[in-house]
């Protein structure tokens, strides 16, 4: 994720949280279902996001190797 994103993504979950609260005054469980889910989505994208700027996550796959002719 482009690190210029991330403030983004705070106004993106701060406008989420005010849409929630609205909703939930004015009991439109339909929209705090899909705001949830909204929310969800946003938080599982930060940690991706946390998780692969973490150094020492790279996996070694070791060097392909060409099997032999028969």
Known sequence: MNPKMLPR??????????????????????????TDLTLQFLHEKREQDARSEQPGRSVALGMPSVPARP
């Open 9 to 34: 993504l705070d106004e993106l979950e701060k406008d989420l949280q005010a849409r929630r609260q609205q909703a939930e005054t004015e009991g439109w469980l339909g929209e705090i279902e899909g």
